[in-house]
């Protein structure tokens, strides 16, 4: 054998077990909360979910910056869509600016040809 030999570990399995180890049990309804009303309390210094359903305990600080990355993105994407609205409204006021020269291309061919004189023929 040589030394890579050596470092090669084979795990015999002698069966899966009948049942899984782990039990998992329900501590009830799963609840998420936005925590849109809070309770400061000045003393201990902690924020508080005002929801009675909820009542967690927040970290300050956590709650500070998770709501500034929300206000951040939020800004972003308005940024982002005023963008599209902006190049949505020069594209429509340049199609409008095509449609009238276009208009007006169709009216001087139409007074071209209202004073042609066609002569046409049908054949036997």
């Not at 201990?44 to 927040?58: D, G, H, K, M, Y």
């Not at 609205?85 to 040809?113: D, F, G, H, P």
């Amino acid at each position: 054998m040589s030394n890579e030999d050596d470092k090669i570990v084979i795990l015999h399995h002698e069966g899966l077990p009948d049942k899984s180890p782990f039990q998992v049990v329900s501590l009830g309804k799963s609840f998420y909360c936005k925590h849109e009303s809070l309770l400061i309390d000045e003393k201990n210094r902690s924020v508080i979910c005002a929801n009675p359903n909820c009542a967690q305990v927040l970290d300050p600080f956590g709650y500070l910056l998770n709501n500034a990355l929300h206000i951040s993105m939020a800004w972003n994407h308005h940024d982002r869509m005023m963008k599209e609205v902006r190049n949505a409204q020069e594209r429509l006021s340049e199609l409008k600016r095509q449609e009238k020269n276009l208009k007006a291309l169709i009216a001087r061919l139409q007074k071209k040809t209202d004073g042609l004189v066609t002569n046409t023929r049908i054949r036997d």
